[in-house]
Structure formats: C-alpha cells, structure tokens
T-cell receptor
C-alpha cells in the first residue's frame, strides 16, 4: 500500500503570505501528527489528531499556525502571515493508535 | 529545554566495524524509545524501539541498549555498511501524552568503504 504522501514537496513564499501544506496518511491510520525540522535540529512536534477526539495542539508555536483533519483522511497545516523563522521541513506522520509512526517525505518551506 | 539529547553531531566508522550512537534523556516519565534513520530529502524511517521495562532489544545488525538509571540509550550497528550512512534520530514517547515523539537533534553517520 501507499505510504504517507505530502504536497507540495517544496514551497517558496514571501514573508507575510499564507501557505497551506497537505498530508495524505496511510489508509486505516487513525492517528496523524505534524512535526517540523529546522535546519540542523531535530523534529519538533506540532499537532496530533486521533479519530474524532479534540486535537493536541500543544506544539503549535503561535496562533499563526493551524491544522485541520477531515475524518481519518487528509490533513492540512496552514501558516498565516509567514515569517522567515517558519522556514523548515514540515513532516507528517500517521499511525494506528499507539503504534509506530510512519513519516511522509516532508514539505520544505522557504520564506524569503 | 531539550529533553532528548544527541551530543555527537557526526560519527565516521570504517565498513565492517561497529557504529555506536548515543542518546541521553532527562524526563524519567518516558516509557518508550525509538531510533529513526533519515536519508536526505526523505522522511525518517523507523529502525528499532525499546520499552522502558527492557534493557536490550535486538533486530539483525541493530541493537538498542537502555540504561534507565543513567537515562541513556545507545544504538549499535554491527557490522556497519556504507548503506547505513544517514542521519539517526533518537526519540522518546510518553504513552500518556498523545504518543508524540520527542526527538534528539540527530547524529550523522558516515560508514567509509
């Protein structure tokens, strides 16, 4: 079966613009995570979705960041009024509950 | 405040020898630990994991050791192969905290032919 897919693979935007990143999880995976990796650093947790439960948004760095998930399928991460410090690789992962997380290839975001 | 630390940013090893990657953590509430491997332009790939109730887990050439009293874990790769060259991330999980992974900053392993 297909793995986690993300789009776009690369996104270059100007400071102040909004961007939307997409994640298609593995079919049947009820849990979905967003992480980001800044240059030279480890991955930072952003947000977690599990079924119909309220998402865990504890990792979102500011109110410019938001994410949605439709049921147990696609998720979008939106960053409003992008800043240069938002430049990073944004990674999505999915899993069955309490199971191994499988990562997508990521979206490299560059804010000029 | 880094809860998971990988203090060696890089490691170079001769093919056929043992690679030892280290990881330290500060939060005693972590109850599961994982190693992920990452190639450039790809997402991390799960490699091996260990529960906090164990001190060793082995899978082929890969063995993870956990020392809870020292809050330290290590990944041993033996024998090392050139295809093992990648960035290795240590991660920790609290089962009561959304299963979110707390990652170290990674160690870049180069296996020389």
């Amino acid at each position: 079966g297909a793995g986690v897919s993300q789009s776009p693979s690369n996104k270059v935007t100007e400071k102040g613009k909004d961007v939307e990143l997409r994640c298609d999880p593995i079919s049947g995976h009820t849990a979905l995570y967003w992480y980001r990796q800044r240059l030279g650093q480890g991955l930072e947790f952003l947000i977690y979705f599990q079924g119909n439960s309220a998402p865990d948004k504890s990792g979102l760095p500011s109110d410019r960041f938001s994410a949605e998930r439709t049921g147990e399928s696609v998720s979008t991460l939106t960053i409003q009024r992008t800043q240069q410090e938002d430049s990073a690789v944004y990674l999505c992962a999915s899993s069955r509950v309490a199971d191994t997380q499988y990562f997508g290839p990521g979206t490299r975001l560059t804010v000029l | 405040d880094q809860q998971v630390k990988q203090n060696s940013p890089s490691l170079s090893v001769q093919e056929g020898r043992i690679s030892i990657l280290n990881c330290d953590y500060t939060n005693s509430m972590f109850d599961y630990f994982l190693w992920y491997k990452k190639y450039p332009a790809e997402g991390p790939t799960f490699l091996i994991s260990i529960s906090s109730i164990k001190d060793k887990n082995e899978d082929g050439r890969f063995t993870v050791f956990l020392n809870k009293s020292a809050k330290h874990l290590s990944l041993h790769i033996v024998p090392s192969q050139p295809g093992d060259s990648a960035v290795y991330f240590c991660a920790a999980v609290r089962m009561d905290s959304s299963y979110k992974l707390i990652f170290g900053s990674g160690t870049r392993l180069l296996v020389r032919p």
